[in-house]
Nanobody, 125 residues
Framework: QIQLVESGGGLVQPGGSLTLSCAAS????????VAWFRQAPGKDREFVAS????????WYADSVKGRYTISKDRAANRVLLRMNSLKAEDRAVYYC??????????????????WGQGTQVTVSS
């Protein structure tokens, strides 16, 4: 069993930056993929970014490509999401998830078995 805890959310002005952290406990990420999803008020949960912990590779939603960077911190067994040039439409609860997703399912929430509790990101002036 693996437990995920997100942190780093908060209020930021448009154009600003935030870094989210997803820390795992109970086991290492091992051969899992680790993803970030987000859900804005009144909208469905959507894929943001993902990486495969051992095999490598990163994926991004078109809406965040070039602005967000997902990376791994092996020493701390955590995944980071650096978010730059934030826009009002990036406002959402951001969730970390992990599971045996493969390249063809990397953007599907159904491919992830373990989820964190979410962290709120608000972009407002």
């Amino acid at each position: 069993q693996i437990q995920l805890v997100e942190s780093g959310g908060g209020l930021v002005q448009p154009g600003g930056s935030l870094t989210l952290s997803c820390a795992a406990s109970g086991r290492t990420f091992g051969d899992f993929a680790v993803a970030w999803f987000r859900q804005a008020p009144g909208k469905d949960r959507e894929f943001v970014a993902s990486l495969r912990w051992s095999m490598g590779g990163t994926w991004y939603a078109d809406s965040v490509k070039g602005r967000y960077t997902i990376s791994k911190d092996r020493a701390a067994n955590r995944v980071l999401l650096r978010m730059n040039s934030l826009k009002a439409e990036d406002r959402a609860v951001y969730y970390c998830a992990t599971g045996r997703a493969i390249a063809s399912t990397i953007a599907s929430s159904k491919a992830y078995s373990y989820w964190g509790q979410g962290t709120q990101v608000t972009v407002s002036s």
